[in-house]
């Protein structure tokens, strides 16, 4: 079973509000290397044509990688609230 189908396994329950916001001010004019493009294991980052940064956030996975990753600040990341956020199915 590939990474795509473990993922696929995995249930969301959505709150209405994200629980991680991109300051997109501190993004664009700080931040040089984007390492969230490519250290997010389920790929929820990604570059609008504008050069904004756009996340999915509803398919978190609640790593905490790019919090970590983001040397710029810009992001403010939290755990969902209670009852909210990724079930896993696997393990
Ligand atoms: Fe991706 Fe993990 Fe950040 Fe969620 S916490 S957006 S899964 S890197």
Redo the contacts with the bound molecule.
Sequence with gaps: MNIESKLGLDVFALDKEPH?VVNQTACRERCKRRV?LT????R??TLAEDGSLL?N?EG????????LACAEGALD?RYPRGGFGVQYRFG
């Excluded at 250290?39 to 389920?42: G, K, M, N, R, T």
């Excluded at 978190?60 to 919090?67: M, N, Q, R, V």
């Design positions: 991680i969230c250290i997010c294991p389920a929820l980052y996340l956030w978190c996975l609640e790593c905490g990688t790019c919090k990341w």
